[in-house]
């Protein structure tokens, strides 16, 4: 087992204090560095591809030797609720509505105990692939009743203790078609020796000390007086407007813990009545549809009853709840960046590292911002090999490596499903990051060092600011700089975040937009547990869908998706949109219908010929993975600079789903293509170009700069200039 650990918080500012939380199987040697440079790729000679790592030790920093000292990880969402003053085992009743999908692990469903552990529980079994049974069992007693879980409707049942007997009432709920919730009730019995004495007063859901939480998901969860619910039929208990509570559901009178979903940030659930005190080791998943809902209603505000239920995945990890191993003041004086921990065990020829990040906002320094998408790393965070981006070099990544070695153990990223495919939609920093790392390819994090690293070597100074911070402050952020730099693939952006670089736009900031597939998803975010949210709804390039009347986030109550379905087009805002993928090879820019026009002569200033961008570390040239195209029917502004557009495009850049109307087989397609443009939004200016692949090739073979670095270059100092650039003349319609 090798070391691993997580900072917190992720991003932090000078001054404030960031913790190291690690497991450490064996003494390690543990000191702080600045990531200035975070590639591996290797020629086959050994040679760098590209610019060489560049991993500096900070001076005077904590510098010692810790460990060993292995920290636990209890995987599986979990729920650990206490509450005092529930009727008698005699005099209770335990109902809960369980949903299986087709597959998933089985695990453990509810514990409901006394407080020396004494009471029922409900566990799954899976049965084969797509069959599973409830086992329903008093603790510490070999006798058992199961019951089998039917397809991927609702169980509902009742469980009430009788002199000699566990009473359990069974329905098959399906809501979503007419008369799929009966009206009466199936009933089967559990002998038991004896009943257990006293009164419950701890329900626990999910993962408990000796088993990981079922893949499963439950509503309804009660344990109420008998006599509250005895006498109603099925339909009656679901019966319901969407909003209101039924009576027997009404939080009054003592002996009642009723749990239910609840959307918004902090938790997960919540008790209508009021008396418990709910724990969340990892929380299960809310905004999800219920046994009560019947297709009516797609927003869970509008009808909270039909959104009551938790969804429980036996592989989540959102915080791996390790104790701090150590912590460290962030200088006032130290520059904004990238920088992690670093942690060098005995006998391991590549460290780990714990990433961080130094925020410049609300601290400028310097006229120029860096914008690290850092809710893209989250998205892609811990992802499997095909979610990784394309394979550059055939050189070792030791952190992928030992994420494959241990992989979902450290929580998964949301390009992924849980076992029950269930698409993973909440993403967090309190985890190891392998994929916010050295020993990565160049993706994400790795890829935008590559820019930090051209930005030293160019001698253009700047600052770090992050997703996190855009999101926290809005256009504040960005207020401070003249000119803001994007990362190559900033994907996942919040409604906070849209707004805030709208504003800062408007009112006359700069952007460089530097990469492909941006402003692309709505996300919401939980700053408080340090999460992240994505709804994959309706359309666009995605690794699973929402599920129908799950669109909604949990978080915000937003309804997610694309962005260009919501109204608001990454062309709107940065002039090009997500157009096409493709990851054979890059292409190359031809010099569109507007390079020559004099206003924007400055942009080709030492760029000689019609084509640029003919080379590039990442798959041969500035133009490929994932491109952005301008159009005017999704926003592209009037007066925008049509300055190039990409070809010679491999047959496999095909436009996205979102774009097409039906199936179609390959052609040449015109609008598979990067633009590169130079557009007005209000006051502002951006510059985009559309390619995860422009990064890539600002780093030349020798000290002469590429001509997509001298493009870069040209366009950065004439943003810095202050004067107004020129608008181009829009004809009169």
Known sequence: MHAAGYARPWVVTPGQRVSLHASLPQATHIDLVRIACANAERQPDGRPHGPAQRIVALADAVSGRHGPEPQPLQPGAQVHATVDGLPDWAALAVLIAVQRLPRGHGGAVLSLQDAAGNGLQIDLQAVGARQARLRVALTGSADTLELPLPGSDWLLLTLVFDAQSLRLRTAVCRATVPDGVPIAWRETRLSIG????????????????????????????????????????????????????????????????????????????????????????????????????????????????????????????????????????????????????????????????????????????????????????????????????????????????????????????????????????????????????????????????????????????????????????????????????????????????????????????????????????????????????????????????????????????????????????????????????????AAHFHKGPDASAAEVAFVFDGVPGDRFGESGWWGGGAAGWEIDRSDADLGTPAGTWWLGRSE???????????????????????????????APVGQGDVFAVGSMTWIGALHGEGPAPTDVATITTNVIRRFLDPAPLPRKPVPDR
Request: hydrophobic share 40%.
């Open 194 to 585: 004896t009943m257990p004495a006293g009164a419950p007063s701890v329900v626990q859901l999910g993962t408990r000390p000796d088993a990981a939480a079922a893949d499963v998901r439950l509503d309804l969860v009660s344990v109420l007086p008998r006599s509250s619910i005895d006498a109603l039929s099925p339909r009656a208990l679901l019966a319901d407007e969407g909003s209101t509570p039924v009576p027997w559901e009404a939080p009054v009178g003592p002996g009642r813990c009723l749990l239910r979903a609840r959307l918004g940030t902090g938790r997960s659930m919540q008790d209508l009545a009021g008396q418990a005190t709910i724990t969340e080791a990892q929380r299960p998943y809310t905004a999800v549809r219920g046994v009560r809902w019947d297709g009516r209603w797609q927003d869970p505000s509008a009808a909270p009853t039909h959104y009551s239920a938790l969804h429980f995945s036996s592989d989540q990890l959102l915080d791996a709840q390790w104790l701090p191993t150590l912590s460290w003041t962030v200088p006032a004086d130290l520059p904004s960046g990238a920088f992690a921990f670093r942690l060098q065990a005995a006998g391991d020829v590549e460290p780990v590292y714990a990433s961080f990040f130094v925020t410049a906002a609300g601290r400028p320094r310097q006229p120029l911002a860096v914008l690290l998408p850092t809710f893209s790393y989250l998205a892609y965070s811990n992802a499997v090999e095909d979610m990784r981006g394309p394979v550059v070099t055939p050189a070792p990544h030791a952190a992928e490596q030992r994420l494959d070695g241990l992989h979902p153990a450290h929580g998964r990223s949301i390009y992924e499903r849980h076992p029950d495919g269930h698409g993973v939609q909440w993403v967090g920093s309190r985890r190891p990051l392998w994929s916010v790392s050295p020993g990565h390819r160049p993706w994400q994090f790795v890829a935008d060092s590559w820019l930090l690293d051209w930005l030293d070597r160019s001698g253009q100074a700047y600052d770090v600011i992050t997703d996190h911070d855009l999101h926290r402050l809005g256009a504040a952020a960005l207020a401070p700089y003249r000119v803001v730099l994007s990362g190559h693939h900033p994907e996942y952006t919040s409604t906070t975040m849209w707004d805030g670089l709208w504003r800062y736009l408007i009112g006359g900031g700069r952007l460089l937009y530097l990469g492909g597939n941006g402003w692309y998803w709505r996300t919401a975010v939980d700053e408080g547990a340090d999460l992240i949210e994505v709804r994959r709804a309706e359309d666009g390039t995605r690794p699973h869908m929402a599920a129908p009347g799950e669109s909604h986030c949990a978080f915000s109550g937003e309804n997610g998706g694309l962005w260009r379905r919501l109204g608001r087009p990454p062309q709107q805002i940065v002039g090009v949109g997500m157009a096409a993928q493709g990851f054979e090879r």
């Open 648 to 678: 010679g495009h491999h047959p496999s850049m095909m436009r996205t789903k979102e774009e097409l109307l039906s199936y179609v087989p390959p052609f040449r397609d015109a609008k598979a293509r990067s633009d590169v443009v130079l």
